[in-house]
């Protein structure tokens, strides 16, 4: 691997690296990730489990020998969320990874968690007492697995390993070249359905985290006028836009016009935001005028109020507020999301741990929010931290936005949602250190 992998890149004022560019060395050990995920799929449609144990193999080499690369390999798995592991625990092959590398971090990489930490452990306590209440067996204990891979080991890895932010910047690239792969399939099928054996939500879902980080890449280019890579970052933004569009994945699509409008409203790049416009909506309108009636009128029903679709989630509110009703201080247990389709993640949260409950899970989102906003202002506008910090908000609220729709807690985007986080928990880190002359 090359050695500038592991050197820090200077990320405040006035010593800041501008440069958007890739190494050979960084070209190489992309490559190395994106062989690793080509085998891993390659495996999953012989045998799951093969691709589990591969995926698991190179995770613990990863994790031995050069963990910053670890970054990479979790988040380029991500748009595979196949389970590959067997018995109770659901596990894809991002997160074998994520759990394999972040044990690491966990043990002996010093994770920088405060102050998010906080109420994740004021969350997981009262989760613990509403189970206490009312235990779902098998549920619970898949809830608090899944809860435990996203709010711990992720925070913990990217929080770790991310202090030096050019190991997270390959990862976010790392993750985008497996996405845009995906919607270049995505394209010639025709949109719609699955895509190897992926529902189209995941792939949807995937696929906006993707966009948006093009979408920011881009405006970091620009910023700083590399107009090579700014030319390249908007023709994968297009590329990933039309696969996200032929997802047709409605919260998706909501998810994308949240984070990127978090981007513009955080970089007050409005005027560039109007230029990706100019290029992408005339080419979805296309696209809309290209696919059969059938299709248009899914997408037209987003709309509808007598909908299937919106049917259906009024009733899994109405579920929701049933089970919420039987204990509105702290839930009817966790596992709920398990045993029903859990289509409003505040409702469920309200459902599953009470007022109390909704309560601590929002505070964890709004103090990761007011870190990344705060620390913002130490943090030069071109440089890959101010990057890491804007996409922890928009990935973070994009998908708080998607899981009022649709499945919060499922495998695949929120992977990427909560690694920013922990990465953006590091960056002050580093800008501390670049002004300590000691």
Request: aromatic share 8%; proline share 3%.
């Amino acid at each position: 691997m090359s050695q500038a992998i592991a050197q820090p890149i200077a990320i405040t004022l006035p010593a800041v690296s501008i440069d958007t560019g890739i190494g050979k060395g960084e070209w190489r050990q992309l490559r190395l990730v994106w062989f690793a995920v080509a085998v891993a799929a390659g495996l999953i449609a012989i045998n799951p489990m093969l691709a589990g144990v591969w995926y698991a193999l190179i995770s613990c080499w990863i994790a031995a020998t050069r963990p910053r690369a670890g970054l990479a390999l979790i988040l380029a798995g991500i748009p595979l969320p196949h389970n590959v592991s067997p018995g109770l625990i659901n596990l894809s092959i991002a997160e074998v990874s994520l759990v394999l590398v972040g044990g690491r971090a966990l043990l002996s990489a010093r994770p920088r968690m405060m102050p998010v930490i906080l109420p994740i452990l004021a969350y997981l306590l009262i989760c613990v007492i509403s189970s206490l209440v009312e235990f779902r067996g098998k549920s619970a204990v898949t809830s608090f697995v899944q809860m435990g891979v996203y709010l711990i080991f992720a925070l913990a890895t990217f929080s770790a390993y991310g202090r030096e932010v050019r190991p997270v910047l390959l990862a976010l690239i790392a993750l985008v070249g497996v996405s845009s792969t995906l919607a270049v399939m995505m394209i010639f099928q025709g949109g719609g359905g699955y895509l190897f054996g992926i529902h189209k939500n995941s792939i949807g879902a995937t696929t906006a985290t993707s966009t948006v980080i093009a979408v920011e890449m881009f405006f970091r280019s620009k910023a700083a006028r590399d107009l090579v890579w700014t030319r390249r970052w908007l023709i994968v933004t297009l590329i990933l836009s039309v696969g996200l569009f032929l997802s047709f994945s409605r919260g998706a699509w909501a998810s994308t016009v949240i984070a990127v409008l978090v981007i513009a409203v955080m970089r007050r790049e409005w005027k560039s935001l109007f230029q990706v416009g100019i290029v992408i909506v005339p080419v979805m309108l296309v696209g809309f005028l290209l696919i059969n009636d059938r299709l248009q009128e899914y997408i037209l029903g987003t709309v509808d109020t007598t909908s299937h679709s919106f049917g259906t989630r009024r009733a899994n509110a109405e579920i929701a507020m049933s089970y919420f009703d039987q204990n509105r201080l702290i839930g009817a247990g966790l596992g709920l999301r398990k045993e029903n389709d859990a289509t409003n993640i505040v409702l469920f949260t309200l459902a599953e741990t009470g007022v109390l409950g909704l309560l601590a899970f929002l505070t964890i989102h709004i103090t990761a929010v007011y870190v990344a906003f705060r620390k913002r202002l130490r943090v030069d506008v071109r440089s890959p931290g101010f990057t890491i910090l804007i996409l922890s908000v928009a990935l973070l609220l994009g998908r708080f936005g998607h899981g009022l729709v649709d499945h919060y807690w499922s495998r695949g985007a929120i992977t990427a949602a909560w690694a920013l986080v922990g990465a953006a928990l590091a960056v002050p880190m580093l800008a501390r250190a670049k002004r300590d002359p000691r």
